[in-house]
């Protein structure tokens, strides 16, 4: 336990107050603990046990000092956030219980351990002093669901720490580690050992000083901006590029401009308005959704909670390149031994190199020690012979996107790996059934497709074949959380759920640009919808000659072939849809744009202009209807799986909720309408939905 034997003596001799929260005087100290599983948030219940506990604590005359803490793994982790949107309304208002915490005279201490994040920053700066574990972190993340900290955080925050450490912390949504905060001034002494031990005798000397302690609101030193008036100004430029389509950030600027211009009070007003503008809005509406969409992918109806788990303590990555060696980098950091494999030893070399230099890279950044980065070099095996797989619990393939060189290597893992080794390709369009279909034991076979960079794309799409065992699913899901993934589950279909998803969108942009609009129209388009870059700007990423060209078959019959034909194969030829210059920064190219003019000419529509909302329709729109498909077909459990997916792997804008939810908030109707108009058929869930005035991203997968 965190707090050690102090803790357990205290709960042992203490009153219970409610179901979560004791009350205990251990040398005229009173000590609230919360006990609420797992994270202590703040519930109806917490807030009880907090009210009744401190005005115990103000009345009883045997304490001098009161201590917060808090059993398990973690101080307050937040808010409990299913209650934003059913609230219990019988229990007290977090205002109310602060302000409680607030007014108690006597010198009041936070004990810290694990994580005080959000709400419950906000309750341990309503007390007088803040003690804490060393590594213990502290945090304000509200941004992360589009709103600010709204129970003072915006005010007080800044009275301790100054103006740009809050915003960095808000604004930004960075945690700080307690020996960064005592550091900061907001932790006002590091504990090492019994963390309650210290905390009571923090306690007692702040009460035997005599001097009254000070209320983080009342004190004034942090709020001298370390420069100027413009610093907001300033980190507003700073971050312009992160804060892009989000709403929250300015609202937390401005909400610390109030707390550095107004007194307190008005200040606490100024913070009340802008959170209740940002509470109201279909952006945080949206993060909120994705974030309870997040917890829920592993969520697997037909699977049994008691669906037995297969151990995994060794890993076997069949192709060192780009994917593979990414996909090993995961297992590596998980502290799992990883045996990776190629034909050639030549290319084993350069995936092992690639390895060293992403995590010498980490190591440089400051994020991995040199001892680390060695441990984890050495848990990884290079190996020119698949033989040597022999006694891996998963083997993962991860070679070129060829179905027979698949079913050549699974054909030989059939007969190399143990059994009841799971069997897993990384494929991201193929068919998992007949991967499987080239080995004996088809059960022990699944799709695990990671997305690139494998070693930091969070999405892990997992396939589940025909014949798949259960178990086998149950494992894989339960792996992802080992990895820091967070699992999708599919059926099989062409390009699962994320690239089938996001197919009609390029298709769509190739048939737009014949009507009228440039490419990187069309590209900037998506980037003020949100994305990160447009289609065509991706594809001279990612090098038009690899998706599928043929020098031996083109025949100038798409612009994307003649672009290939004269040599124009994207950033790695200085020119693709865009020119680049030497530092590979793009510019709109003039021999594109003849090219689309030619083809434009030779196509039959009259050339015309596209506002940018009739771009993202024509581009997007399709993207949902495929997505009410791929629920149709029983591809996806949920459509906030998709969403999840979408958000995950292909960087559709968080803060539109992925695009189920973005159609609901459009209009099922007027996006049917609008298929029809483009040409498309609507899908029957779509029309339906229209119909009955029902939500698409409340659907789950009919087949």
């Known amino acids: ?86 609230p219990d309304t019988d229990a007290p208002g977090l205002h109310a219980v602060l302000d409680a915490i607030e007014a108690c005279p006597k010198p009041t201490v936070a004990a810290i351990h694990g994580t005080a994040l959000g ?62 905060g005592q550091a900061m001034g907001l932790v006002d002494a590091l504990i090492e050992g019994d963390l309650l031990a210290g905390a009571i005798a923090f306690a007692q000397d702040a009460a035997r ?16 901006l370390p420069h100027d008036a413009h610093v907001f100004d300033e980190f507003r430029r700073a971050n312009a590029r992160a804060f892009r389509g989000y709403e929250a950030p300015e609202n937390i600027v401005r909400a610390v401009e109030a707390a550095v211009t107004l007194p307190f009070a008005d200040g606490m007003k100024r913070e009340a308005e802008l959170f209740a503008e940002l509470f109201a809005s279909r952006q945080s509406a949206a ?43 995961n297992f590596l950091n998980a502290g799992l031994p990883v045996t990776l494999v190629e034909r050639e030893e030549p290319a084993l070399e350069r995936g092992l190199a690639a390895i060293r230099r992403n ?10 020690t040199a001892q680390a980065l060695e441990e984890r070099m050495a848990l990884l095996r290079p190996s020119l012979d698949m033989a040597d797989l022999a006694q891996a619990d998963l083997v993962i393939e991860a070679v ?76 894989a899901m339960s ?23 996001m197919t009609p969108r390029m298709n769509a942009a190739q048939a737009l640009i014949l009507e ?35 020098a031996a078959t083109s025949n100038s019959s798409s612009i994307t072939q003649v672009l290939c034909e004269i040599g124009r194969w994207g950033q790695k030829r200085e020119g693709g849809f865009y020119d680049y210059d030497a530092a590979r920064r793009a510019t709109p190219s003039p021999v594109t744009e003849g090219v689309v003019r030619d083809f434009q000419s030779r196509s039959g529509h009259q050339a015309r202009t596209f506002v940018p909302q009739a771009i993202v329709e024509r581009l997007l729109f399709p993207v949902v209807n495929e997505g009410a498909r791929i629920l149709e077909e029983g591809i996806a459990l949920r459509a906030s799986d998709i969403d999840v997916a979408l958000v995950m792997g292909y960087g559709w804008p968080p803060f539109t909720g992925g695009p189920m939810f973005w159609a609901d908030g459009i209009g099922l109707q007027r996006i049917v309408d609008a298929l029809e108009a483009m040409g498309e058929t609507p899908s029957e869930l779509l029309r339906r939905l229209a119909r009955e005035g029902g939500a698409l991203s409340t659907c789950t997968g009919q087949a």
């Open 359 to 368: 995590y010498e890279v980490s190591q440089a950044k400051g994020k991995l």
């Open 209 to 224: 000083s005599g001097t009254a302690a000070v209320r983080v609101r009342d004190r004034t030193g942090g709020l001298a």
């Open 516 to 550: 009228g609009p440039m490419p990187w129209e069309v590209d900037r388009a998506l980037v003020d919808y949100g994305f990160a870059m447009g289609p065509f700007a991706m594809l001279d990423l990612v090098g038009l000659d690899v998706i599928g060209w043929d």
């Open 1 to 86: 336990m965190a707090n050690g034997q102090t803790l357990e003596a205290a709960q042992g001799g203490a009153d219970r107050i409610n179901s979560v929260t004791t009350y205990a005087c251990i040398e005229s100290v009173a000590v609230i603990t919360i006990d609420s599983p797992p994270v202590n948030a703040l519930s109806g219940d917490v807030r009880r046990g907090l009210l009744a506990g401190f005005r115990r604590a103000h009345e009883d005359p045997t304490a001098q000092a009161v201590v917060l803490a808090c059993a398990g793994r973690t101080f307050i982790a937040g808010a409990d956030i299913r209650e934003f949107d059913a």
């Open 400 to 475: 070129f996107e060829r179905m027979d060189l698949k079913q050549e290597i699974f054909a030989r893992l059939d007969q190399v790996a143990r059994p009841g080794a799971i069997l897993a390709t990384n494929t991201s369009f193929l068919d998992v059934d007949a991967i499987a279909a080239a080995t004996c034991r088809p059960a022990d076979v699944i799709g695990l497709h990671f997305f690139s960079p494998a070693n930091v794309m969070r999405l892990l799409e997992v396939v589940r074949g025909g014949a798949t065992a259960p178990d086998v699913i149950a494992t």
């Open 479 to 501: 792996l992802a959380r080992t990895i820091r993934k967070v699992p999708v589950l599919s059926r099989v279909c062409d390009g699962f759920i994320a690239n089938r998803m």
């Open 119 to 180: 709400g419950g920053l906000e309750t341990a700066l309503c007390c007088h002093f803040r003690v804490a574990l060393p590594e213990a972190k502290l945090g304000l993340p509200e941004v992360a669901l589009g709103l600010l900290p709204g129970a003072g955080g915006t005010q007080r925050l800044p009275r301790i720490v100054g103006a740009e450490a809050a915003l960095e912390m808000m604004a930004l949504g960075k945690p700080v580690t307690a020996t960064k």
């Open 287 to 329: 993060l909120r959704y994705l974030f309870f969409a997040e917890r829920q992918t592993a969520r697997v109806p037909d699977l049994p909670a008691a669906t037995p788990i297969r151990p995994i303590a060794t890993v076997g990555v069949i192709g060192a390149g780009t994917m593979g060696s990414g996909i090993a980098m």
